[in-house]
């Protein structure tokens, strides 16, 4: 199960954390992701990190301004956000998928787990 949280209305040039908790899996052996749905718009990729952490890729819509980072011990996985800018605003989802899936497949949406969004408003 995947719960992620922490989103909320920020101003642009604001920052948040997204969390992103598991339970009832060994997450820790998953690939984990967020992905994110603006109103209007198809579900993109926006960030991943592999199971021990060692690899991340980003969007480059959001390239040096995110990052991804996971704590295995507290089976949680972020999404720190800064300079956010009014096109970031969307639902964000966390999902996760075993470390074997290939990674083309995964930044295409390709995960096995889906969490529920947590709403990102930036305002202008």
């Known amino acids: 199960q995947l719960q992620a949280s922490g989103g909320g209305l920020v101003q642009a040039g604001g920052s948040l954390r997204l969390s992103c908790a598991t339970s009832?899996?060994?997450?820790?052996?998953?690939?984990m992701g967020w992905f994110r749905q603006a109103p209007g718009k198809e579900r993109e990729f926006v960030a991943a990190?592999?199971?021990?952490?060692?690899?991340?890729y980003y969007a480059d819509s959001v390239k040096g301004r995110f990052a991804i980072f996971r704590d295995n011990a507290k089976n949680t996985v972020y999404l720190r956000m800064n300079s956010l800018k009014p096109e970031d605003t969307a639902v964000y989802y966390c999902?996760?998928?075993?470390?074997?899936?290939?990674?083309?497949?995964?930044?295409?949406?390709?995960?096995?787990?889906w969490g529920k969004g947590t709403q990102v408003t930036v305002s202008s």
């Open positions: 999902a996760a998928a075993p470390a074997t899936t290939d990674w083309g497949t995964m930044l295409k949406g390709g995960m096995d787990y």
């Open positions: 009832g899996r060994t997450y820790s052996v998953y690939t």
């Open positions: 990190i592999s199971w021990s952490g060692g690899s991340t």
